[in-house]
């Protein structure tokens, strides 16, 4: 997150750069970062998180597709080390992952799942953003626009927005 707003540094002294327009897109342990840059720079117009999974869209009480517990076994360096004392015990967080996504309103965020991203739980990130929602319809932008999960190839095409792949865990040129 400390390099994306570098770089936003950058680019909004680049006379070629419409510096109010600046979009930050990641791919899993990036689609993370995309959402905690968007949270943090208020420079940054616009979050695309591509299967950002557990820390990122999905909701971590969920207990689905990656866990606290697994996570933190994996990537230890990845979060302070006080999540730590979650694993297995996600329902005494005391935050979930929707505060994130909601940290980025008024602007626009996306949120692109693959259908058989399981580790990524999809639904769960759905479920992160349609808990965000209540921010963005506080701040007059309106809702989601959808109460299910969408089918593939369906997009929710809100401030707060959601998309489905046919896809596992990548990142496409469809998404």
């Known amino acids: 997150s400390w390099g994306v707003s570098r770089i936003v540094d950058v680019l909004i002294e680049d006379p070629d750069v419409d510096g109010e327009r600046i979009a930050v897109v990641g791919h899993s342990r990036n689609g993370k970062v995309a959402l905690w840059s968007t949270a943090q720079d208020p420079r940054i117009a616009m979050a695309i998180s591509n299967m950002s999974g557990c820390m990122g869209a999905a909701l971590s009480r969920r207990r689905q597709g990656e866990t606290l517990v697994e996570i933190n076994l994996f990537f230890p360096h990845w979060f302070a080390l006080a999540l730590h004392e979650f694993g297995r015990r996600e329902e005494k967080l005391p935050f979930d992952q929707h505060f994130l996504i909601a940290l980025a ?58 998309h489905m792949l046919d896809a596992d865990h990548s990142i496409t040129p469809e998404g």
């Open 105 to 162: 309103a008024p602007r626009p965020v996306l949120i692109v799942s693959g259908v058989d991203d399981f580790r990524a739980d999809p639904e769960g990130e759905f479920l992160g953003a349609k808990a965000a929602e209540p921010v963005y319809e506080l701040l007059s932008l309106g809702p989601m626009g959808a109460d299910t999960w969408p089918g593939i190839g369906q997009t929710i095409d809100t401030p707060l927005g959601y």
